[in-house]
């Protein structure tokens, strides 16, 4: 059974960092593009980024480019996401996904099938 946990959220004044972890198991991690999904209240799921099965590609959302950077390490089965001078829009639940459905990073969570249950990041101005 795949299982999927994100750490690593918390609070922090803008401007600041935060790194958050994505750690799977059940499975052979190097068979999955990984994602970072965010969401808000009322809003849908949103692609921050993603990354490619060997880690040779990666994907960032405009908003985040520049700021965050996303790696994985195969050996570990972990993803982490470094996010740098953060704004208070970048507070919301993340989540971090999995799909062995393509090799490139994908950006629409339908494409994702294994799913954490989040942490919550908040950004206080």
């Known amino acids: 059974q795949v299982q999927v946990v994100e750490s690593g959220g918390g609070l922090v004044q803008a401007g600041g960092s935060l790194k958050l972890s994505c750690a799977a198991s059940g499975t052979t991690f190097s068979r999955y593009t990984m994602g970072w999904f965010r969401q808000t209240p009322g809003k849908e799921r949103e692609i921050v980024a993603a990354?490619?099965?060997?880690?040779?590609?990666?994907y960032y959302e405009d908003s985040v480019s520049g700021r965050f950077t996303l790696s994985r390490d195969n050996a570990k089965s972990t993803a982490l996401l470094q996010m740098n001078s953060l704004k208070p829009e970048d507070t919301a639940v993340y989540y971090c996904?999995?799909?062995?459905?393509?090799?490139?990073?994908?950006?629409?969570?339908?494409?994702?099938?294994?799913w954490g249950q989040g942490t919550r990041v908040t950004v206080a101005s």
């Open positions: 990354i490619s099965r060997s880690g040779s590609a990666t």
């Open positions: 996904a999995l799909t062995d459905r393509v090799q490139g990073p994908a950006v629409n969570p339908v494409q994702y099938e294994y």
